[in-house]
């Protein structure tokens, strides 16, 4: 069965230092791996998908299959970056796509 | 503007009563889903539809029912709530087509049963 691991909770860490969000998944199709963020009082959104390869507000992720990681990372956090980060998996159920979560790890990047 | 709406965003509510939990988008989406999320966990799909009429379980069982009536609007029922149903609910969308497809989140009701 399909699932996604975050294996912190809470990751802390000083402004100017790198982060890096582990994100582990099980799955036995071809994976499409995204991020999600919520920073506070904010809704949930969509902060980069693996297929895109892109770098969103210095982020990368990059899809290790051999590992079957898709690790978040940032060379030098900032303190706006401080949020609840959400590794999700989509795959094929039904008549459509669906999204398997993980249960987060919120960032907090100390000044 | 396009967005998500839910309401309300708060309610508590004793044992036994009924209640609607409402959704509705203006971004012309033909998919909707609901998540359920408990405090520190992950989100879990309960229900979902990809179109007018059409709604189905998702992968975590729930009490729920839901309907799909407008493409705008999908609403969620709680015949008779308790306490074991309080958590945070959140509403999404996505279009139709494509090999993936970004889900756009509503602000969420959390929801407490007393």
């Known amino acids: 069965a399909q699932r996604v691991t975050q294996p912190e909770k809470l990751l802390s860490v000083f402004k100017g230092a790198p982060v890096e969000l582990k994100c582990n998944y099980s799955?036995?199709?071809?994976?499409?791996l995204f991020w999600y963020v919520q920073y506070s009082r904010q809704r949930l959104q969509l902060l980069l998908r693996h297929i895109s390869r892109e770098s969103i507000k210095g982020f990368t992720a990059d899809l290790n299959k051999g590992e079957t990681s898709f690790h978040l990372k940032k060379p030098f956090a900032q303190e706006e970056d401080s949020a609840m980060y959400y590794c999700a998996l989509q795959y094929y159920g039904g008549a459509t796509n669906k999204l398997i979560f993980g249960t987060g790890t919120l960032l907090a990047v100390q000044p | 503007e396009a967005d998500i709406y839910q309401t309300p965003r708060y309610l508590v509510i004793g044992t036994g009563k009924k209640i609607t939990l409402e959704c509705s988008q203006t971004m012309g989406h033909d998919k909707m889903y609901w998540y359920q999320q408990d405090p520190g966990m992950e989100l879990h799909l309960i229900h979902y539809?990809?179109?007018?009429?059409?709604?189905e379980k998702g992968d975590l069982s729930s009490e729920s029912t839901v309907s799909r009536i407008r493409t705008e609007h999908f609403p969620l029922t709680l015949e008779s709530a308790r306490p074991s149903h309080t958590s945070q609910y959140l509403c999404?969308?996505?279009?139709?087509?494509?090999?993936?497809?970004?889900?756009?989140f509503g602000p969420g009701t959390r929801l407490t049963v007393l």
């Open positions: 999404a969308s996505s279009e139709t087509g494509g090999s993936y497809n970004e889900q756009f």
């Open positions: 799955y036995s199709g071809s994976p499409e």
């Open positions: 539809s990809y179109g007018v009429n059409s709604t």
